[in-house]
């Protein structure tokens, strides 16, 4: 078990990953980034996941050094390379949100004021993935027992991979509207949670650290402009 963060530390996190992705340029910096994420993750108990990304990141990055900027033919361009390490750098930043209590998540914004188109589409999509990937184990779990998975045959293996999860996905946003709404989520009075909202040390601590770091990268970046 590791370190466990408010809710609104790791949206400070995730916006902070965010606007570093977006404008830092150098790659010394991208990947001491990298490092930094990987740690958040390892002092909260993600240790599979960080292990994961890290590994896929490294491959990308293998993959720019071996084309020298040019990509990898016109399969793997080097803007999708780039594209895709950044985008992996921002999944990692909000790892340790996914599957959060869509309770603890609506009580938070409640107490922050967030407006409800914020709100309210963030909480369904924290709670819409954990069950997408669920389904698509599932999915997978049938398609092998039946041996429909075959590399020979690509176009027919994704057709009955998407096909059956796209109508499931279907069935459970359903569900899962009804269910926020029976629970009173659209409901404008005050909202409790069971869970303590306590915004504690750690917190405190985790954010001056994210922001002194926000701050520095930005300062490298200008240094290497210049």
């Not at 009580?107 to 914020?118: L, M």
Request: aromatic letters at 12%.
């Amino acid at each position: 078990m590791g370190v466990k963060f408010d809710f609104r530390t790791k949206l400070l996190v995730i916006a902070l990953t965010m606007s570093l992705v977006a404008v830092l340029t150098s790659d010394i910096l991208i990947y001491t980034l990298l490092v930094c994420l990987c740690i958040y993750l390892l002092i909260q108990g993600f240790y599979r996941q960080a292990i994961k990304y890290f590994a896929v990141c490294c491959v990308f990055i293998l993959l720019r050094l071996f084309s020298g900027g040019n990509g990898i033919t016109f399969l793997m361009p080097e803007m999708f390379l780039f594209m895709v390490l950044r985008i992996l750098m921002m999944v990692m930043a909000a790892q340790p949100v996914f599957g959060m209590p869509p309770g603890e998540v609506v009580a938070v914004f409640k107490k922050i004021h967030a407006p409800s188109g914020i709100a309210l589409p963030i909480t369904f999509t924290l709670r819409f993935f954990p069950t997408i990937r669920s389904e698509f184990a599932d999915v997978f779990s049938s398609l092998r027992l039946r041996k429909l998975l075959s590399w020979k045959h690509p176009l027919d293996a994704m057709e009955y991979i998407v096909t059956p999860v796209i109508f499931r996905s279907s069935r459970i946003a359903e569900e899962l509207a009804a269910s926020a709404e029976s629970r009173g989520i659209s409901n404008p009075g005050e909202h409790t949670c069971r869970r303590k909202l306590l915004f504690r040390k750690q917190d405190w601590l985790m954010c001056v650290i994210a922001v002194a770091i926000t701050v520095m990268y930005f300062v490298l970046e200008g240094m290497v402009k210049v």
